[in-house]
């Protein structure tokens, strides 16, 4: 059974670090695609970061970001673990929000989302 369970949030002061783990089971992540979303109080959900799997046509272990993150976030896999994680750094106001990570790959067709992490960047 798919599942994923995001971990990792809290209150940081700006220009601060924090690490998001995305715990995965009932697939693998290195061999699908994995993402990181956010979501602002009164925002549409917003892609923020993205990493390609062994499995897909593209580069494996190929990362994109939104342009707002692009140099202070990383997104990153660790195999033995099963575990995709977010490195953010350099932390601003605006990075508040509410984060969950999912998959994306035709074996596994719809949508499986965790409860979310809640990352607060405040002073």
């Known amino acids: 059974q798919v599942h994923v369970a995001e971990s990792g949030g809290g209150l940081v002061q700006p220009g601060g670090s924090l690490l998001l783990s995305c715990a995965a089971s009932?697939?693998?992540?290195?061999?699908?695609?994995m993402l990181w979303y956010r979501q602002a109080p009164g925002k549409e959900r917003e892609l923020v970061a993205q990493?390609?799997?062994?499995?897909?046509?593209?580069?494996?272990?190929?990362?994109t970001y939104a342009d707002s993150v692009r140099g202070r976030f990383t997104i990153s896999l660790d195999n033995a673990k099963n575990i995709a994680y977010l490195h953010m750094n350099d932390l601003k106001p605006e990075d508040t929000a509410d984060y969950y990570c999912?998959?994306?790959?035709?074996?596994?067709?719809?949508?499986?989302w965790g409860q979310g992490t809640r990352v607060t960047v405040s002073s």
């Open positions: 999912t998959l994306r790959s035709p074996v596994f067709p719809g949508g499986y």
């Open positions: 009932g697939f693998t992540v290195t061999r699908v695609d």
């Open positions: 990493i390609r799997g062994s499995d897909g046509p593209t580069i494996y272990g190929r990362a």
